[in-house]
């Protein structure tokens, strides 16, 4: 069973909603501390973690149609052979609930009758995220959802649909879910009962909170330092409202729990608990938002327990959302060299009574920008090219804002390369050996053999397929 969640990167260290949590999952197994995703973007990095594949190769570049988020060309290719597919093949009983992908149910893109294959049971979110008056496809039919708190707050519903389905199993075959609850993507909607819950609550202030980004790519020498109070107080309520929004999925994590445990499933269950990208608040001056190449937003909590994992451990070696679908499969007892996929399991690291492996050094991180065509009203004195400008016209996005980097990280490096494909060719390179929060760009001090090598690597990782995105050499 697998908790996929959309947390910020800030509960990785906190983790202060969500304590059952952590008490439950992470002290019950193992906490991986260098997870990360291969592209901070949602629907992006959730189809990299239904397919096992970077970006380049399932070919969804952000999350609009035209990015292919749930197209139809997606829904041929990369969907029909996704990970539930081989779950499926395996007599696995399969339920979804959540959002699944951004344009999901979009009469463009197959209306909510389009069920992924894979699935026994679907209760998919149509669009983006939200809590109340939303509209969900259950097993293919339309089901509209109101704003009464008791009936329709989208985290208590996936909740409870999940325990009915553990409830209703066959206890002869295996099972698995995937719940994907809004919390705490915005609108940051909190249960009744927790919104006056951390009122002193504010954005942590230290690292590269509202530094400069001098030295960096022109997105991030574009917002205001020090920033505005009006976008302090924004992201400080934002910052709040979002581990509101957190104590309803902590205690969807504790129900799970304990009804696996009253079913006498829980010992015998695998349970992830992961997020498809990071966040930031304030950091560079960037108010809210993720799409950056910096730590904040690539780097995602990851805790699992289950058979053969032993409590209390933390990992330091780096895993990726790609690896999500070929851990799975490993579980279930998929043959890997059946199916296509650029991750590895991770089995090995977190449970070698099973398994032998080895980890990876390296890999790659990659985004496509999106704009506008033409300039936002609200912000006249932009342009055109840019999104996300808000609060206080701040961009967070724009065309040229794609990059890709190779991020380093062994016990001899912790390093990161990144180049953008804009008219400048920009290059960012940090040391996060001496500069954990990524505040000087180095490109100018390194060696050029070093870079050279780097470039070369970048490379190779951007055309990969399968094996060749293993291959640590």
Known sequence: MCVQTHTSNNSRFHHTPMKKTKALIGDAGAVFVNAFTVTPLCCP???SVLTGQYPHNHQVRN???AGSCSSARWQKGPEASAFPVHLSKQKYQTFFAGKYLNQYGRKEAGDVGHVPPGWDQWHALVGNSRYLNYTLSVNGVEEKHGDRYES??????????????????????????????????????????????FADVKAPRGGSFDKPGKDKHWLLRQPENPMALSSLAFLDSAYRKRWQTLLSLDDLVESLVNKLESIKELNNTYIFYTSDNGYHTGQFSLPIDKRQLYEFDIRVPLMVRGPGIKPQQTLQAPVLNIDLAPTILDISGTDLSSVDVDGQSFLSQMAPSL?????RPFFLVEYNGEGHPTTDPACPTLGPGLSQCFPDCVCEDAFNNTYACVRTLDPQ????????????????????????????????????????????RLIKLQSCQGDSCRDNK
């Not at 398994?355 to 980890?359: D, E, L, P, W, Y």
């Not at 390369?417 to 929060?437: G, K, R």
């Open 355 to 359: 398994r032998n492996g080895t980890t």
């Open 63 to 65: 999350n609009s149609l």
């Open 152 to 197: 329709d707050y989208l985290t208590d519903l996936i909740a409870n649909r999940s325990l009915r389905f553990l409830e209703d199993r066959s206890p002869r075959r295996p099972f698995f879910l995937l719940l994907c609850p809004p919390a705490p993507h915005s609108p940051w909607t909190p249960a009744p009962k927790y919104q006056k819950q």
């Open 45 to 47: 990095s959730r189809s």
């Open 413 to 456: 490096n912790d390093l990161q390369y990144c180049e953008f494909a804009d008219s400048e060719s920009f290059v960012e390179v940090y040391n996060l050996t001496s500069d954990p929060h990524q505040l000087e760009n180095i490109v100018k001090q390194v060696d050029p053999a070093v870079l050279q090598s780097m470039n070369q």
